[in-house]
């Protein structure tokens, strides 16, 4: 009897150790679930506070481009060189009193990237950086219909009856109704197809939505979505946007493009319509010449808006914060008007 109890004593702390034993490891994986969480907001505040000083980074540098610095920084972004004597000769003057006012086609924002260095880091925080003019890319929610079919037949070199159903399809997308085009497609129409997603009705939230428009090829959408963008006001800086995007503008022929082309590689950039206009050839000025109103409605000829796009992180964490801002010009400089963290 007394081996019997003996034994059983012995089995009771054995299961007692056993409890106390995953009582502990619960509580420690307990506690390492409350620190990793802990860590992870402590590194997404740090990524973020990361990500927006590099927008205010690049605000504050186009701002100063705009107050007669943006040769300056351009030579310094290009030599990495901040010596105490450039800094002590900064200009001291008001702000008012040092804004471009003499030559409004000056544009101090020409190639922005040029401005701003392309990453910083503070300890181990860092941010990696980003700038581009919004005119150098077709605003999909803003081109209207001759625009984005002529940017898929001219731009991407599509057959026109393809080029014209995508763009059909791409105004059933945004439009307010469900009656489909000539050549588009509504809910029905995505239905029957089993497409993975149905036309929201409204502008383009995402541009990975384009993928999912009815018509769209994955080898189309990836050539293609370099060249679109969502934000800004939808203006076309003909001075800044590539080949394919000039080819969706109103007038504008592949001679007349490569004209233009050739004359920004040579560093001349026309800086009104009827400077445009006295580079083409004869064989190419009619073309725009009949569509200047359409033309000109939807093209700028310097950088009115800013994307700035800052990926902000910490060393050894696995959390990234992007933040977007877009910056228009003001009288008091680079100024915000459209934000977007995630």
């Known amino acids: 009897m007394t081996r019997q109890r003996a034994g059983f004593i012995l089995v009771a702390v054995l299961w007692l150790i056993v409890a106390l034993g995953a009582v502990g490891l619960d509580a420690s994986l307990r506690s390492r679930t409350r620190r990793l969480a802990a860590a992870n907001v402590l590194d997404q505040t740090r990524a973020r506070a990361a990500a927006m000083a ?23 972004r290009l030599s990495n060189a901040r010596s105490a004597r450039a800094q002590r000769s900064a200009t001291r003057a008001s702000v008012n009193s040092l804004f471009r006012s003499s030559d409004p086609f000056d544009d101090p924002w020409r190639e922005p990237q040029e401005l701003v260095a392309p990453d910083m880091a503070f300890a181990d925080a860092r941010y990696a950086l980003r700038v581009r003019d919004t005119g150098a890319s077709l605003n999909l929610n803003e081109a209207d219909e001759g625009v984005l079919r002529q940017f898929f037949a001219q731009g991407m070199r599509v057959d026109y009856a393809f080029a014209d159903q995508l763009t059909q399809a791409i105004l059933d997308w945004r439009d307010e109704d469900d009656i489909p085009r000539i050549n588009g497609g509504e809910r029905d129409e995505y239905l029957a197809a089993r497409m993975p997603a149905l036309p929201p009705n409204r502008d383009f939230a995402e541009l990975d939505e384009l993928r999912h428009v009815i018509g769209m090829t994955p080898e189309l959408y990836e050539e293609a979505r370099m060249y679109l963008t969502l934000v800004g006001s939808g203006d076309v800086n003909v001075n800044a946007a590539p080949e394919p995007v000039l080819l969706a503008l109103p007038g504008m022929t592949p001679p007349a493009v490569t004209t233009l082309l050739r004359a920004r590689s040579a560093g001349q950039t026309p800086r009104s319509a009827g400077e445009l206009r006295a580079l083409m050839p004869a064989g190419t000025r009619a073309a725009l010449e009949d569509e200047r109103s359409r033309f000109n409605r939807i093209t700028t000829y310097r950088t009115n808006e800013v994307e700035i796009i800052a990926d902000g992180s910490v060393d050894g964490s696995p959390i990234r914060v992007r933040a977007r801002v877009v910056v228009a010009r003001s009288n008091t400089g680079a100024v915000v008007v459209w934000k977007k963290v995630e």
């Open 54 to 76: 590099g927008t205010e980074y690049a605000r504050s540098r186009l701002t100063a481009a705009m107050l007669d610095r943006a040769f300056e920084l351009r030579n310094e």
